[in-house]
């Protein structure tokens, strides 16, 4: 009788740690998942030497601009960058915490060295802007990103 109990708790504990190693395996599976979803959702791309291109579309809202805010940061001292391209040609509205959160990451990225740059401003965004009327004479603009690719290269070499 002890020995079908031993044997029965070793089945059972074989069938748990099967049962573990698939639960573990299917974490390790939607963590992937989630990054490739962040990474998709706020898309940074290397586009030239020291070069970053980050297209926003679609609502930009506070928890999206933080996510954002750190993953540039990290991208630019990673990459050791020097010029940061912000498009919100994709963004229809954005509000002043938005607007501000935007504010706030070029002037973080600013204290690591590099520039930035963003392009694509509609006017109802460039209202929330003026609104805001902080850190605006540390932005540059352009109309779009090739623009904006031109003036880095440009400003690169000054």
Excluded: F, W, Y
Excluded at 65 to 70: F, G, V
Excluded at 97 to 113: E, Q, S
């Amino acid at each position: 009788l002890a020995d079908q109990r031993a044997a029965e708790a070793e089945a059972a504990r074989q069938v748990a740690e099967t049962a573990r190693c698939e639960i573990a395996q299917r974490a390790e599976e939607q963590q992937r998942l989630l990054e490739l979803v962040a990474a998709l959702e706020l898309p940074v791309l290397k586009i030239d030497d020291q070069v970053l291109l980050v297209p926003l579309v679609g609502n930009l809202d506070s928890r999206r601009a933080e996510q954002l805010r750190r993953r540039i940061l990290d991208l630019v001292a990673e990459q050791r960058a020097h010029t940061v391209i912000i498009d919100i040609t994709g963004i229809t509205i954005i509000d002043t915490a938005v607007a501000k959160a935007l504010i706030d990451t070029a002037a973080a990225i600013r204290l690591l060295g590099a520039r930035t740059i963003i392009s694509g401003i509609r006017p109802a965004v460039a209202q929330t802007l003026v609104h805001l009327n902080s850190g605006l004479t540390d932005i540059t603009t352009a109309p779009n990103p090739q623009m904006a690719l031109m003036l880095s290269r440009r400003l690169a070499t000054i």
